[in-house]
């Protein structure tokens, strides 16, 4: 029997390295377990590991909570991750921290991305990616461009203010 809804992943906390990988082998095992096509799956996958990934890198590292709670072992990221199969469409959702800094960069790259038809999507990514592979750039852009093309959505996303920084949440959904 096939269920109308579903969660595949859901994660609210403390973000780290090791624990990443584990959320990542958990959904690459959820998925596995569905009756989704592999062509399918594959792309639900590598959407959610590269929003996952990209919290984790580019998300403020803390070494203490927002609360003030101090964390000596290893620097983190606050984030929420989360897969839900909902009505016939998968849907991933990452969010995380944001620095004021980062906001402005941020959201152009969100717009540029979203706005830009297939083509243009495709020729740019290549472009890019060539310009990349010669620089030293973090945030080139290379990973949201790639979501775009995967997913069959635009990437919806809020940035609201958060603390003394921002709150960052993206949603891409895949059917």
């Known amino acids: 029997m096939k269920l109308n809804s579903y969660i595949l992943l859901e994660f609210k906390g403390r ?20 009756e989704t096509s592999v062509s399918l799956r594959k792309r639900v996958f590598s959407i959610a590991m590269e929003s ?30 989360t897969v839900v199969y909902e009505q016939g469409k998968y849907k991933v959702k990452a969010g995380n921290m944001l620095l004021k800094e980062q906001e402005n960069a941020l959201t152009k790259q969100l717009e540029e991305v979203n706005h830009a038809d297939s083509e243009s999507l495709r020729q740019r ?21 790639d979501m775009k093309r995967k997913a069959n959505s635009p990437l919806i996303y809020t940035i609201q203010p958060y603390q003394d920084h921002f709150w960052f949440d993206i949603e891409l959904q895949i059917w």
């Open 15 to 34: 973000l780290n390295g090791p624990l990443l990988d584990q959320l990542l082998a958990s959904l690459q095992w959820n998925l596995e377990e569905t």
């Open 52 to 81: 996952f990934q990209n919290v984790y890198r580019y998300a403020p590292q803390l070494t203490h909570s927002l609360s003030g709670e101090v964390n000596d072992d290893m620097a983190y990221s606050e984030a929420h991750l």
């Open 125 to 145: 990514y290549n472009e890019t990616l060539q310009n990349y592979r010669t620089s030293n750039n973090k945030g080139a852009g290379l990973g949201l461009m």
